[in-house]
């Protein structure tokens, strides 16, 4: 099984640049989410969606976009690159189950360097 | 809103020896799902147990359990008999409405 594979896992981008972060699962999971992990602070939650056609904002959304046109896959873009955006990011999927006890499958993550 | 606080940035433990990560959270839900997760050098995200907030009963798993005060919203994990491959970052998490909220993090460190 693959679970959820991001692409790439390493990127340095110049600011103001554009870029997609990919992000695509195989277990047919309705919920699927982005966070960005920088020291001392855990993950912190960007946007999510809870089935195709269907996103919204976490925490920390702003200078992000998403999409969700399949269930599979869940694209993170990035506007304008700014060194605040320098971060490790996860996707992370989850089945819809109605209950909230069931374990989220992260990717391997995605260092961004912006410089 | 949800926050968890893990106050305890590092701690270190002597392998076969126990250890217990602390973590205190605050929530307005009723109904909301506790974990600790493991995060080791490689960055992948491992589950390590999980905690449902209306069961009385401390979760265990193997050489991993938690000691869960609902009242006093505390929710630590105890690391029996550490082993080498127990080094790594841990976070504490809980789930309320599918939307994840992470604590800091303990980097835990384990000497032979």
């Known amino acids: 099984n693959a679970g959820v594979t991001q692409t790439p896992k390493f990127q340095v981008l110049k600011t103001g640049q554009s870029m997609t972060l990919q992000c695509a699962q195989d277990?047919?999971?309705?919920?699927m989410s982005w966070y960005r992990q920088d020291p001392g602070m855990g993950l912190r939650l960007i946007h999510y969606s809870v089935g195709a056609g269907i996103t919204d904002q976490g925490e920390v959304p702003n200078g992000y976009n998403v999409s969700r046109s399949t269930t599979e896959d869940f694209p993170l873009r990035l506007l304008s690159a700014a060194p605040s955006q320098t971060s490790v990011y996860f996707c992370?999927?989850?089945?819809?189950?109605?209950?909230?006890?069931?374990?989220?499958?992260f990717g391997q993550g995605t260092r961004l360097t912006v410089v | 809103a949800q926050t968890v606080t893990q106050s305890q940035p590092e701690m270190s433990v002597q392998e076969a020896e126990t250890v217990t990560l602390s973590c205190t959270y605050d929530?307005?839900?009723?109904?909301?799902?506790l974990f600790w997760y493991k995060q080791p050098p490689s960055r992948q995200m491992i589950l390590v147990i999980r905690?449902?907030?209306?069961?009385?009963q401390n979760a265990t798993e193997n050489r991993f359990s938690v000691n869960f005060q609902k009242a006093a919203k505390s929710f630590s994990l105890k690391i029996s008999d550490s082993q080498l491959g127990d080094a790594a970052m841990y976070f504490c998490v809980n789930n309320a409405g599918n939307m994840l909220t992470f604590g800091g993090g303990t980097r835990l460190m384990v000497k032979p």
């Open positions: 992370a999927s989850s089945p819809k189950t109605g209950r909230w006890d069931t374990e989220a499958f």
């Open positions: 929530t307005s839900e009723s109904d909301y799902y």
């Open positions: 905690q449902e907030a209306y069961k009385q």
């Open positions: 277990m047919n999971h309705e919920y």
